[in-house]
Nanobody, 125 residues
Framework: QVHLVESGGGLVQPGGSLRLSCATSDGSFYSWAMGWWRQAPGEARELVAAISWNSDSTYLKDTVKGRFTISRDNAKYTVYLQMNSLKPEDTAVYYC??????????????????WGQGTQVTVSY
C-alpha cells in the first residue's frame, strides 16, 4: 500500500509563505506524475499544481501563478509546493496525489491513483 505523507501546513498571515512537502517510501516515486490539490469548505476539490515525473512539465492554476512553485526531488521521493504571498482565499486542505502511470500532467482527480491525508493551510490575521 502506497503512503503519501504531507507536511508543512499551518496558520500564516496574508502575505506570508509556507512550503508543503509530500513524501513517500515507495521507490517507484520517480516514475509518477504528482499533483497538489486543495479543497476549501463547501467547495469542490481543485488542482493547484502538477509536475511530470522528470520535472520537464509543470502546471499551475492561474490564480497561483507567480506565487506558488511546484518541484520534486526524486532522490528523496518528495514533492514540494512553495507558497508565497499567501491570500485568505488560499485557505484549504491541501492534498498531494500521485499518478502512477506518469503520463504528462494529469488534471482530473480520477487520473490520480494515490492520495495523501491532507494538510490544513489557513491564511488569516
Amino acid at each position: 500500500q502506497v503512503h503519501l505523507v504531507e507536511s508543512g501546513g499551518g496558520l500564516v498571515q496574508p502575505g506570508g509563505s509556507l512550503r508543503l512537502s509530500c513524501a513517500t517510501s515507495d521507490g517507484s516515486f520517480y516514475s509518477w506524475a504528482m499533483g497538489w490539490w486543495r479543497q476549501a469548505p463547501g467547495e469542490a476539490r481543485e488542482l493547484v499544481a502538477a509536475i511530470s515525473w522528470n520535472s520537464d512539465s509543470t502546471y499551475l492554476k492561474d490564480t497561483v501563478k507567480g506565487r506558488f512553485t511546484i518541484s520534486r526531488d526524486n532522490a528523496k521521493y518528495t514533492v514540494y509546493l512553495q507558497m508565497n504571498s499567501l491570500k485568505p482565499e488560499d485557505t484549504a486542505v491541501y492534498y498531494c496525489a500521485a499518478d502512477k502511470y506518469g503520463v504528462g500532467i494529469p488534471d482530473r482527480d480520477a487520473d490520480y491513483d494515490y492520495w495523501g491525508q491532507g494538510t490544513q493551510v489557513t491564511v488569516s490575521y
